[in-house]
């Protein structure tokens, strides 16, 4: 695997570099060698970042983990990478596609069921119209993290959600 390792704000040590190696390369047992794993450490204030994403034909595998420490992070990082992977392999041969960044004995290799999503919940409600702003206070109002909400300006389903730093996001649906 060929590692691309780049740091914001944070000087990329070589123990950092052997740690990245080290652990990631765990994942060598599922990719050929030509496979490209591209690695960026950050640091914000107290929060070490890692963001490790890993192109796959036609996909991308990526996940990014943070603590308030970096070798924490990187071990992080690498558990979500292989569970991501075995759902994916599923992914390949259910649909019969074709692995070519992965080694054979990987996609042929019988794997524990994953467990299974299942809703255990539904639930109605009135979707009035709105607008984002009326939605954020309704949200605070329930003390929800979320709203779904009809926007009165758009006419379409929206999501409004908190973020932090009390501060808000508006998710829209692009067709």
Do not use: W
Not at 128 to 152: I, R, T
Request: aromatic letters at 10%; glycine letters at 4%.
């Amino acid at each position: 695997m060929k590692f691309t390792i780049s740091g914001k704000n944070i000087d990329v040590t070589d123990g950092l570099r052997n740690a990245i190696r080290d652990k990631l390369g765990k994942l060598e047992r599922y990719f050929t060698p030509e496979t490209e794993i591209i690695v960026t450490l950050s640091v914000e204030k107290e929060r070490q970042k890692i963001e490790v994403t890993i192109p796959v034909r036609g996909n991308i595998i990526r996940s990014e983990q943070v603590s308030n420490d970096m070798y924490v992070s990187i071990d992080l990082v690498e558990e979500v990478i292989e569970r991501q992977l075995r759902k994916y392999k599923e992914k390949i041969i259910d649909k019969q596609q074709e692995g070519s960044n992965f080694r054979k004995e990987f996609i042929e290799k019988e794997t524990e069921p994953l467990d299974e999503v299942k809703i255990i919940r539904t639930k109605h409600f009135d979707m009035k119209p709105m607008y984002p702003e009326d939605a954020c206070v309704q949200m605070e109002l329930l003390g929800h993290s979320f709203f779904v909400f009809y926007n009165a300006e758009t006419e379409q389903v929206n999501v409004v959600y908190k973020r932090k730093g009390n501060t808000y996001g508006l998710i829209e649906p692009e067709y």
